[in-house]
């Protein structure tokens, strides 16, 4: 089994920076591509970026330009550097990881992010 951590979520103002990482436990060598998601107003889960195990790294577009998505393969680690936040990044946000050869996927337990002057 594979367990995620989110971490670094907090309360920030506009044009601010927070750092999130995602730790990863468990049967590591199992993981293949990585992501972050989250869920703001209306509950809807929406990609934020992804990155592969192979470093191709893919954004959605509302945050291209501010976000940072990263990963350290040796320490279990993914990051999202977020920057110049707006209030509408706000939402709960999760890790997620894909299993190789698998249909089973993990998710972790979210960090909130809130973004308010």
């Known amino acids: 089994q594979v367990q995620l951590v989110e971490s670094g979520g907090g309360l920030v103002q506009p044009g601010g920076s927070l750092r999130l990482s995602c730790t990863a436990s468990g049967s590591i060598s199992t993981i293949g591509d990585m992501g972050w998601y989250r869920q703001g107003a209306g509950n809807q889960r929406t990609l934020v970026a992804t990155?592969?195990?192979?470093?191709?790294?893919h954004y959605a577009d509302s945050v291209k330009g501010r976000f940072t998505i990263s990963r350290d393969i040796a320490k279990n680690t993914m990051y999202l550097q977020m920057n110049s936040l707006k209030p509408e990044d706000t939402g709960v946000y999760y890790c997620?990881?894909?299993?190789?050869?698998?249909?089973?996927?993990?998710w972790g337990q979210g960090t909130q992010v809130t973004v308010s002057s």
């Open positions: 990155i592969r195990r192979g470093g191709s790294i």
């Open positions: 997620n990881a894909d299993r190789i050869g698998s249909t089973i996927g993990y």
